[in-house]
């Protein structure tokens, strides 16, 4: 790879965070303004409403059959469980809360950056295996996520069974060979697509909030996050015998940084709020930096 290819790859790549960047920094102007921000009202709505409709979306809109989806959620599930393992040696070993931060440092953003970033260096067959990550993502940090972290919480912590409801609906839908009313799909797609602007303008405002300690764990937190996820992305693509495509795809969506859900829920339900805020933003900083190795690795950039 030349020197201008490694350029043109950063704007790229720099044109996908752009998004990200200008929705949080709204969030983070109206911080700086010191005006009222109704965080509970927004944390509910994206929670219990917005996301669940996205994921429904997304599991019934996805081309890719059954098969696939299962092969895909396979390499999920294995990639998560050794992420796992290795965050929670990881945080025990820095002094860092294991369960309020293990969502944090295992929960990739694989919505907003990892699948643009797989359509980028894989085409629509890369993006359509990193549709079907993103689905199983989404479930476990909505669910197996919120329920890590409501141990590590004396408050009393209503499960989100939205995701859950979403999944099951749309996994009876694929199943029986249903389809539903255009308007009944626009509507979830409309209702999903308020999810990440959502959670991007709480994260936005907590970053101008975020103390130096919060921001110096979260830089070790979102280290963790990258460094688990790549291990575990190579790991399962050797330990499954994945196909060069479907491997890599799922190394990109597992070393995704932080995921901007991981800081709203910690924010929720722990007094984790700031570091898991200062995860995402070291961690989506040092992915900019970081993409052409990363892409060479999956496969994506010869040379």
């Known amino acids: 790879m030349t020197l201008l290819d490694g350029l043109s790859l950063y704007l790229r790549i720099a044109a996908l965070l752009l998004p990200v960047v200008a929705c949080a920094s709204v969030g983070s102007y109206w911080a700086w303004k010191k005006k009222p921000f109704p965080g509970e009202f927004i944390s509910v709505l994206a929670a219990n409403f917005a996301t669940?409709?996205?994921?429904?979306?997304?599991?019934?809109?996805t081309p890719l059959g059954g098969q696939a989806l299962l092969q895909a959620g396979t390499a999920t599930v294995l990639g998560f469980l050794i992420a796992a393992a290795l965050?929670?040696?990881a945080l025990r070993l820095l002094k860092l809360p294991v369960?309020?931060?293990?969502p944090a440092a295992v929960l990739p953003n694989s919505g907003n950056l990892g699948l643009p970033l797989s359509q980028l260096a894989f085409g629509d067959e890369g993006l359509a295996i990193a549709v079907a990550a993103f689905a199983i993502t989404s479930m476990l940090q909505h669910t197996v996520g919120v329920w890590v972290l409501?141990?590590?919480s004396t408050q009393r912590t209503r499960f989100p069974r939205g995701v859950v409801f979403a999944v099951a609906a749309a996994g009876l839908l694929r199943w029986s060979g249903w389809s539903l009313p255009?308007?009944?799909?626009?509507?979830?797609?409309?209702v999903g697509s308020l999810t990440v602007p959502l959670m991007l303008l709480s994260l936005g405002y907590a970053l101008v909030t975020v103390s130096h300690g919060g921001l110096r764990q979260g830089a070790w937190l979102g280290s963790i996050r990258l460094?688990?996820?790549t291990l575990s992305g190579l790991l399962v693509g050797v330990l499954l015998g994945l196909?060069?495509?479907v491997a890599g795809v799922m190394l990109l969506q597992l070393a995704m940084p932080v995921a901007v859900a991981s800081y709203l829920y910690a924010e929720r339900l722990t007094p984790h709020g700031e570091v898991?805020?200062?995860?995402?933003?070291?961690?989506?900083?040092?992915?900019?930096v970081l993409s052409p190795g990363l892409l060479w690795l999956a496969g994506a950039v010869k040379g």
């Open 150 to 152: 409501s141990r590590s």
């Open 87 to 89: 965050a929670a040696l």
């Open 227 to 229: 460094v688990v996820g």
């Open 243 to 245: 196909p060069p495509l």
């Open 182 to 190: 255009a308007p009944v799909l626009e509507s979830a797609r409309l």
């Open 99 to 102: 369960l309020g931060l293990l």
């Open 52 to 61: 669940p409709a996205l994921v429904f979306h997304t599991l019934l809109t």
């Open 276 to 288: 898991a805020a200062g995860g995402v933003l070291v961690s989506t900083l040092a992915l900019l």
